[in-house]
């Protein structure tokens, strides 16, 4: 807001558009911002990450959370390098436990998981699918379960996942998220709402700035809502191909539900479900996402994937409006 109103005085009736230009740019460069937000890049020399769990008891805990900072933690995981693959050794508590006894914890194989997976292979094989060539990976390493892909065009693509989506995800749930990324990127869906939402925005000041003084808050909520649910196709469609390239609704109703598990539940109630149609978000609800898919016999039936999400949304919301008592 502070940068917009600093834009009016310099550019006055043409600020808008300076903005849009500004923002025009953003998303040409949103491949190389999301590759710089990560934690690390995976590429084919360097495909395979490593992910090691332990669990603590409750008490052990407590413990280690008075005693541990952030800053410490990164020492901890650098010393368990150095100890395990720094040394040529494989990850197990017995490479581990002189480490783990400097922090107060005595090491216990049982309460130890390491997964080592190939992202790289994993990002190639749902790019092939799509008949495209492997984005930029990039991890994120945190624990909310999750995916992302942005950029103008395939060849300027970079696809991020959070380390809580490969611990959470079997290999071929992760692959059918990647794959809905993948129909992002095949699609160019990160431009095409921008245009949406531009045109909103320059309509808005430029055209219907009396409906806005009229209507006030009313107009957002219909305008703005009216883009989201836009965003809500994409979405939706991106679900069908993935499974349609992949062969199967299974992976992603069981990754969907998964990663949306806590969404689940407060979904249950009725009047819940036609708020998340109506919010400001390009996701459908989860519960209409997995629903929709476990619905699906056969995904060779599914001609036009767009029209068929469109037609869905639409369904899915008066059936929402339909349930509340």
Not at 68 to 96: H, L, N, P
Not at 185 to 196: C, E, I, N, T, Y
Not at 204 to 226: A, K, M
Not at 270 to 282: A, K, T
């Amino acid at each position: 807001i502070f940068f917009s109103v600093a834009l009016y005085f310099v550019f006055g009736f043409y600020t808008p558009i300076v903005m849009i230009l500004f923002q025009s740019l953003m998303i040409f460069f949103s491949d190389r911002i999301i590759a710089r937000i990560g934690d690390w890049e995976l590429t084919s020399d360097n495909p395979t990450l490593y992910l090691l769990q332990y669990h603590l008891d409750p008490d052990e805990m407590k413990n280690f959370e008075k005693r541990v900072t952030r800053s410490t933690m990164e020492q901890m995981k650098s010393e368990i390098f150095t100890a395990t693959f720094g040394s040529g050794k494989e990850v197990t508590c017995e490479a581990t436990r002189e480490v783990f006894a400097r922090y107060g914890i005595n090491c216990r194989p049982e309460h130890m998981r390491v997964r080592k997976i190939n992202v790289y292979e994993v990002v190639e094989r749902a790019s092939r699918l799509f008949g495209l060539p492997t984005p930029k990976i990039t991890v994120s390493n945190i624990m909310a379960p999750n995916a992302a892909a942005t950029g103008v065009a395939p060849q300027r693509a970079t696809v991020m996942i959070t380390t809580g989506a490969m611990v959470q995800l079997e290999e071929d749930e992760l692959l059918s998220v990647l794959g809905h990324e993948m129909s992002h990127v095949k699609s160019r869906d990160p431009v095409a709402l921008f245009v949406v939402t531009s045109a909103e925005y320059l309509l808005r000041v430029y055209v219907f700035y009396p409906l806005v003084f009229v209507l006030g808050y009313f107009y957002f909520l219909f305008s703005l809502g009216g883009v989201y649910f836009i965003g809500k196709f994409f979405e939706a469609r991106c679900d069908l191909e993935s499974a349609m390239m992949i062969g199967s609704t299974t992976p992603m109703a069981s990754a969907l539900r998964k990663i949306g598990f806590s969404r689940l539940i407060f979904e249950r109630s009725p009047s819940v479900r036609l708020m998340e149609w109506l919010s400001w978000d390009p996701h459908p609800p989860i519960y209409f996402r997995i629903s929709r898919l476990e619905k699906i016999r056969d995904v060779s039936e599914i001609k036009h994937p767009f029209l068929t999400s469109v037609k869905d949304c639409i369904r899915g919301v008066i059936a929402s409006v339909g349930s509340i008592p």
